[in-house]
Each structure stands twice: as C-alpha cells, then as structure tokens.
C-alpha cells in the first residue's frame, strides 16, 4: 500500500536484523503499522496496530472480504474528506491515504499519474493502481490482529518482537503532537522488560545504538526527491 513514510524499499534490509532471534510462537508486535508494507513480509504470530481509525477499519474490512470501489474521483475524494461520518471507516481510509498526494492523509487529490493531467482515464489508471496494490497486499495481512490503540496502551505478549516505525521527529507527521521523551522512555521500557525492540528513525538518544542505516530517496514526485539515512535502531 503507498504510504506516507512506508519501509517497502528498505524491508528486504531491516528485517534480517528484526527476526534473526525470533522463535517460531514468538509474537510480532507493529504499534505504528500505518500502510504494513512491513507487517506483510512477516508470518507467524502478528498485531498491527494504528491511532488512525479509518486505516485499522480498513484493514480489518479487506480482512472480512471488502473490496474497495473501482474508481474514486476527485468530486468524490474531496466529498469524503469533508463528510467523513456519512461514509463507510474503511472507504474514508482507502479514499484519504491511497488517493492522496504523496499518500498523505487526505492531503490533496493525486492528480497526476504518468504526466497527466486529472481526467477520466487519469482517475481510472489511479484506481486500478490503488485497488491492484490492496488486493494483492490483503492476504498477506489476513491473520494479523488490528487494534486502534495509542501505542503504550498495546497488551503485548511476553518475549514479543517489537518493530516502531513511529513519526519521524522533524517531519509533517508531527505537527508537535507526538511526544518523543515519551516515546524513548516507552522503548526503554519494552527493551528491559524483555522484548526484543528496534526502531526506525533519523535520529535516536544517545543510550540507543545505531546497527543498519542507508541512504534512501524519499520521492515526491517523478522529478523531485530528498535523500535521507534511513537508521534502525536497538537500546544499547
């Protein structure tokens, strides 16, 4: 699934170093699991959970066997963002992320597929695109269980493996809402309760120990791109 901030290009490259321990019954544990473009790649026992509402519904819609409408224009894209309440959880989150610039939540109709312009055939060709790219994520994602919880609220299992691909400090996913000190303290506390946890971030406190990284271009569009040293992080 396209996502703001996915991990689908560097999932062939942190996932060795997140399951080179993991026994057969243990838990995998996703508190920020967003587009689970790494839940997917995963087997065994799994929780992806997520603050936003309409995604986990989502998911848990495509689980039960939703499939999600051929086509979703802009006059409809932009009906939906206005009136949330009068339309399906899981139409809201496949309209606001999949349909969005940059698959930022509802952050702007994805006009230009291909160098087009936003007519008919653009939206059909963005559909197609956006429903052949669920459909085949869906059963990948058919056992994980959805919870909609802040992520400190997560009952996780013993002895569980915890992946974080939280909102990147300094980025537009914050807008000074998330708590980082928080967040760290939270990581710590997993780390020495037992679990084994890794994090995704640029930057992480100096008692965390830095054991992959690489340069990855974060596209915006077919023109323009920003490189940044993607890292994954442990507790030292």
Known sequence: MKYMGSKNKIAKNILPFILKN????QWYIEPFSGGCNILDKVDGKRIGNDINFYLIEMWKALQ???IPPELVTEDMYNEIRKNKDDYEPCLVAYAGFLFSFAAKWFGGYRRNVAGSKGDIEN???????ALKSIMEQTPK???VIFTNL???????PNNSIIYCDPPYAGTTKYKNTFDHSKFWD?????????????VSEYNAPEDFDCIWEKDVKITLSKQTGIINKEKLFVLR
Not at 123 to 129: A, L, V, Y
Not at 150 to 156: A, K, R, S
Not at 186 to 198: A, P
């Open 22 to 25: 993991r026994t057969p019954e």
């Open 64 to 66: 039960q066997g939703w």
């Open 123 to 129: 939206m059909k060709t963005q559909s197609r695109i």
């Open 141 to 143: 994602i058919k056992d």
């Open 150 to 156: 802040n992520y400190w609220e997560i009952l996780i």
């Open 186 to 198: 939270w990581i710590r506390t997993m780390s020495n309760s037992g679990h084994q946890v890794f």
